[in-house]
C-alpha cells in the first residue's frame, strides 16, 4: 500500500497509476481518493494520482483533529509532490478538493500546471452547507451496503434523477466499510467537530483573492446542473471574473458529478492538453 510520511508524523495513503501527463485528483470533504474510480477508465495519457487526506480513507487519522483543515492539507498536497518527486501538476479538485487547489494557487502556484474544480467555488450555498452538516460524523442508519447503497439513491434522486441503483451500490462501498457491527464511514468521525469548531471561529474567510490567484494557469470548472453548493450565480461571477476559464454544466447531476460524464471528461481532457 503505497504510503509517505507528512511532516508532522502521519502516514498518508495515495494511488499513482498509468504514464503520461499528472494529474493529481483530491477528493471532498469525507470522501477518499476512489471517489475517482469513475474517472479513471477515461484517464488516457494521463498519470492518475489520488490522495486520502488525513483522517480519511486508507491514511492515518490525526490524534489532534484541528488539523483537519484545508491549509494543512495543502501542506500534505506539497509533501506528497515532493515524495514523487513532481515539480508540477495538474489539479482535480473535488468539493473540498477544490478549495485546496485554491490555496494551493495563492502559496504554491509555480506547483499546478493547469487546475479543475468539481462543483465548487469561492462561494458556497448556505443550503449545501446545511445539508453537509447533518450527515457528518453521524453513523449512517443503514446497516448493510445494501441499505445504504438504496437510501443514498432515494436521498439523492432529487439532484441524480437517472442513476441507476447499481451505481449507488458501487457509492456506497467507497463510502462506507462493513463490519460486523454495521457501517463505518472511511474517515475520522472528530472530522465533524473540526468543522464545528472551524464554523464558531468567526465568518467564513473571503475566497475570491484565492480563486483568483488561480488565473496564473489553465482554469475549468464543472457544475452539477442541481448543485446545491455551487450555484449558477456563482459559476457566472467566477467566469466574468476570469474570462479564460472554461466550464461545463453536467445534466442531471447535483453535488459532485462523477466525472465519467461526458461533459466533465472532455473539461478535464481540454485543461490538462493546455496544461501539458
Avoid at 469513475?38 to 494521463?46: C, T
Avoid at 487519522?61 to 514523487?84: F, G, K, W
Avoid at 460486523?180 to 473540526?194: E, I, N, V
Wanted: charged share 20%; with cysteine; glycine share 8%.
Amino acid at each position: 500500500m503505497p504510503r509517505f510520511p507528512t511532516a508532522d508524523g502521519l502516514f498518508l495513503h495515495y494511488t499513482d497509476q498509468g504514464t503520461g501527463h499528472p494529474l493529481l485528483c483530491l477528493p471532498g470533504l469525507t470522501r477518499c481518493g476512489r471517489d475517482f474510480d469513475f474517472f479513471a477508465p477515461h484517464a488516457r495519457d494521463l498519470r492518475l494520482i489520488t490522495l486520502d487526506y488525513r483522517g480519511r480513507g486508507k491514511s492515518a487519522y490525526d490524534p489532534t483533529y484541528a488539523n483537519y483543515n484545508v491549509v494543512q492539507e495543502s501542506c500534505d498536497v506539497i509533501e506528497l509532490l515532493d515524495h514523487l518527486g513532481l515539480e508540477k501538476v495538474s489539479l482535480l479538485g473535488t468539493s473540498r478538493g477544490g478549495l485546496i487547489a485554491m490555496v494551493l494557487a495563492a502559496t504554491h502556484a509555480h506547483r499546478l500546471s493547469g487546475v479543475i474544480l468539481n462543483d465548487v467555488g469561492p462561494e458556497i450555498s448556505p443550503d449545501g452547507i446545511a445539508r453537509i452538516l447533518t450527515y457528518v460524523g453521524k453513523p449512517p442508519r443503514a446497516k448493510t451496503l445494501e441499505q445504504a447503497a438504496s437510501a443514498l439513491g432515494d436521498a439523492m434522486a432529487p439532484q441524480f434523477p437517472d442513476v441507476p441503483l447499481s451505481r449507488w451500490q458501487q457509492q456506497a462501498e467507497i463510502q462506507y466499510l462493513e463490519t460486523d457491527d454495521g457501517l463505518t464511514p472511511r474517515y475520522d468521525p472528530m472530522l465533524a467537530q473540526a468543522l464545528q469548531d472551524q464554523a464558531a471561529s468567526g465568518e467564513a474567510p473571503d475566497l475570491w483573492p484565492l480563486f483568483d490567484a488561480l488565473a496564473s494557469g489553465p482554469l475549468g470548472a464543472i457544475r452539477g446542473a442541481n448543485s446545491d453548493i455551487l450555484g449558477p450565480k456563482t459559476l457566472a461571477d467566477m467566469q466574468r471574473r476570469n474570462p479564460d476559464m472554461l466550464f461545463c454544466t453536467v445534466p442531471n447531476r447535483g453535488h459532485v458529478p462523477f466525472l465519467d460524464e461526458a461533459p466533465a471528461i472532455e473539461l478535464i481532457h481540454t485543461i490538462t492538453e493546455m496544461s501539458r
